[in-house]
């Protein structure tokens, strides 16, 4: 199996699960072989950069957190949602860092996550059976634009490049400086008691920067705003990586490089494949075979990778995939995102944790307390419960303390998108705002899973951050923020 030698394409010689079949094979030759001379979406140093970030988080001297949309469209490829997406994730962090007094490695799904595993290949329209929707990069939403198109692959590049181009100059052009963080996203919080406990977090963190200043530990060109001149400096400018599911094969080869190992020297002699298509690429719950083409693929490249980590995993079937994708026990190299469902995390984490610890393989442990729990509503709408999220991820972090080990991030589906009134969207029900079914049709946008609003983003932020607070402060007090949002008493 995955003893034997590595190549960019040895996984061809691998079953694959979620294929795509395309009826033009030359075409999508010409496609890929094109994609292949296109410059990197990502630079290999910055690889580097996250695995020995991730190694931190490891160490339990950083928090991750993984955000952003269950599968990107390319029309949502606009200024106004990516500011929100971003400016969301800046919020969510600062709350942590409040909270919990801990570096926050933020890494989004954005800038090239499009494609989406299916259970089934088909689906039916209409009394008539056509191919299921796998993303714009694969084919269209509309039933009579299903036909695998390679062109569509090209076009991600390019909306992926252009994402990623806006992101870079948003981050390294003062959206992100600490100096004015009231000025956000605060307009848009309805919620009278969320506005509170924000205004509370950022005034604090204004009082902590206005004494930096005055005791000159900002005097120089970063006391400047950077359009004025300034510098970006510590307070100025976050690092932040992007990430999508491996799930196309053949895309992800194209946009491999073999290149010197970053950070070796000079003149490295050593070399490595990296993905510059991302920063961080996971494996799913449905391609995680042990002898299929994904794994096979994941082990050869130097990106940090994910692993989704679900009810159907053993315990030994685990460690033998730990052993194929880090023999050598690299730190910074595999993060398990665990995802069982608030009903099946008691019967599953433990054991999963206990068998990493004596296996020896050094990972950072997340929580997807979202696709575990998944619903139906009566009105037919894909949505889930806010306070069933939350007790799987109070679960979660109950359950790590009690096997003395510590969670390390979460993995949230949220949108800080907002309609042309700026009212949030509504597609999960619950939450401060006590969303009901019958208001999830107001602004339902999803095509994918539902997500998070901006407002239960920031309720979730908060509900960590908070329990980080205590944690540190040695407060055994119940949580009160998450019994105020539903939460109920969790198994440890």
């Known amino acids: 199996m995955a003893d034997l030698k590595w190549y960019l394409s040895s996984w061809k010689s691998r079953s694959a699960a979620q294929m795509v079949d395309y009826p033009d094979q030359r075409r999508l030759e010409r496609v890929l072989a094109k994609i292949n001379t296109l410059p990197p979406l990502v630079a290999p140093a910055e690889i580097e950069r996250l695995r020995f970030q991730l190694a931190a988080v490891q160490r339990n001297e950083a928090f991750l957190l993984h955000a952003g949309d269950c599968a990107e469209s390319f029309d949502a490829c606009t200024q106004q949602n ?30 090239g996550q499009y494609a989406k595993p299916r259970s089934s290949r088909t689906e039916t329209f209409d009394d008539r059976k056509v191919l299921s929707f796998r993303g714009d990069n694969i084919n269209g939403l509309d039933s009579n634009d299903r036909t695998p198109d390679p062109e569509r692959l090209l076009s991600a590049y390019f909306h992926s490049a252009a994402t990623l181009n806006y992101v870079r100059g948003l981050l390294t052009s003062g959206f992100a400086s600490l100096h004015h963080p009231r000025d956000w996203s605060l307009s848009h919080v309805r919620s009278p008691a969320l506005r509170r406990e924000f205004e509370k977090t950022t005034q604090g963190l204004s009082d902590a920067l206005d004494f930096s200043h005055t005791i000159g530990a900002n005097s120089g060109r970063e006391s400047v705003p950077f359009d004025r001149g300034g510098g970006r400096g510590v307070l100025g400018e976050v690092d932040f990586y992007t990430s999508h599911e491996g799930l196309m094969l053949d895309w992800e080869q194209a946009m491999t490089r ?37 794994v096979e693929y994941f082990r050869g490249i130097r990106n940090p990778i994910g692993i989704k980590v679900g009810p159907s995993l053993e315990n030994a079937e685990l460690i033998r995939l730990l052993q194929i994708v880090n023999p050598n026990k690299e730190s910074g190299r595999v993060t398990l995102i665990t995802r069982y469902g608030a009903g099946k995390i008691g019967d599953h984490l433990a054991g999963h944790i206990e068998a990493v610890k004596r296996s020896g393989h050094p990972v950072a442990w997340v929580c997807d307390p979202m696709h575990g729990n998944t619903l139906t509503s009566s009105s037919g709408f894909k949505t889930r419960n806010f306070g069933t999220i939350i007790n799987e991820l109070a679960s979660c972090i109950n359950i790590h303390a009690a096997c003395g080990s510590r969670l390390g991030g979460v993995s949230l589906e949220f949108t800080g998108e907002l309609n042309d009134e700026g009212f949030s969207v509504t597609e999960c029900l619950g939450g401060s705002m006590e969303l009901s079914e019958e208001q999830l049709g107001l602004r339902y946008q999803s095509f994918c899973d539902p997500r998070l609003n901006f407002e239960q983003s920031l309720d979730i932020a908060f509900l960590i951050s908070n329990y980080f607070k205590e944690e540190r402060l040695g407060d055994k007090e119940e949580n009160g923020i998450y019994a105020a949002l539903g939460g109920r008493k969790t198994v440890s």
């Open 258 to 294: 073999e290149v010197g190992i970053a950070g070796s020297g000079p003149s490295p002699k050593e070399k490595g494949f990296y993905n510059t298509s991302a920063h961080f690429l996971w494996v799913g719950d449905r391609t995680r075979q042990l002898d299929g083409a994904h």
């Open 82 to 111: 990516i500011s929100a997406k971003i400016g969301l994730i800046l919020s969510f962090s600062l709350i942590l860092i409040w909270g919990g007094r801990l570096p926050v490695v933020r890494i989004g799904r954005i800038a």
